[in-house]
T-cell receptor, first 114, second 109 residues
Framework: ETGVTQSPTHLIKTRGQQVTLRCSSQ?????VSWYQQALGQGPQFIFQ???????GRGNFPPRFSGLQFPNYSSELNVNALELDDSALYLC?????????????FGSGTRLTVV | GENVGLHLPTLSVQEGDNSIINCAYS??????FIWYKQESGKGPQFIID?????DKRQGQRVTVLLNKTVKHLSLQIAATQPGDSAVYFC????????FGTGTRLQVFP
């Protein structure tokens, strides 16, 4: 059973640029969530995808967008990067059958915006 | 509202002692909580969960207690080991995870 894998592990971007982060779900999981974790803080929910549709969104602007693919992998896209977007971005997959049955996190992508 | 917070930012314990990490929540309708451990450079790792129909749940060396009256939960780690050093988060599961700030557990010999 494979876990959740994220790529890249580290990334440096310039303010105003766009970035795409990728996530492969754990085998058997059908839902992917993305979280932003600023240094010294708990992860903050960005959004969740289920059956390739956005299924819940946190307090993040529209320049944060995502995709889920038929194989349940996912992308997080951030446009017009700002310095405050520097954070660890975590992907979590889960199996939802009416309710969630636990989340498995990847190790994250460390994004630095300069 | 959505507010899951922790009392102590850092907890230092001696190896072999028991550790207790606390967490408060504000939404009395909250019914499912999870404790996560996050080591440096890694994502959060599931430790144990508890639903509101229970007030105690035990795992291997860990126990979670839920006091719905005062909206408080705690994670107890028995015989703390150096490998337990990490940041611990409580999170409420409402079809998304609402995390607290976290408590850093430091284990010294």
């Amino acid at each position: 059973e494979t876990g959740v894998t994220q790529s890249p592990t580290h990334l440096i971007k310039t303010r105003g640029q766009q970035v795409t982060l990728r996530c492969s779900s754990q085998s058997g999981h059908n839902t992917v969530s993305w979280y932003q974790q600023a240094l010294g803080q708990g992860p903050q929910f960005i959004f969740q995808y289920y059956r390739e549709e956005e299924n819940g969104r946190g307090n993040f602007p529209p320049r944060f967008s995502g995709l889920q693919f038929p194989n349940y992998s996912s992308e997080l896209n951030v446009n017009a990067l700002e310095l405050d977007d520097s954070a660890l971005y975590l992907c979590a997959s889960s199996l939802v059958r009416g309710e969630s049955y636990g989340y498995t996190f990847g190790s994250g992508t460390r994004l630095t915006v300069v | 509202g959505e507010n899951v917070g922790l009392h102590l930012p850092t907890l230092s314990v001696q190896e072999g002692d028991n550790s207790i990490i606390n967490c408060a929540y504000s939404n009395s309708a909250s019914d499912y909580f999870i404790w996560y451990k996050q080591e440096s450079g890694k994502g959060p790792q599931f430790i144990i969960d508890i639903r509101s129909n229970m007030d105690k749940r035990q795992g291997q060396r860990v126990t979670v207690l839920l006091n719905k009256t005062v909206k408080h939960l705690s994670l107890q780690i028995a015989a703390t080991q150096p490998g337990d050093s990490a940041v611990y988060f409580c999170a409420e599961n409402k079809n998304k995870l609402i995390f607290g700030t976290g408590t850093r557990l430091q284990v010294f010999p």
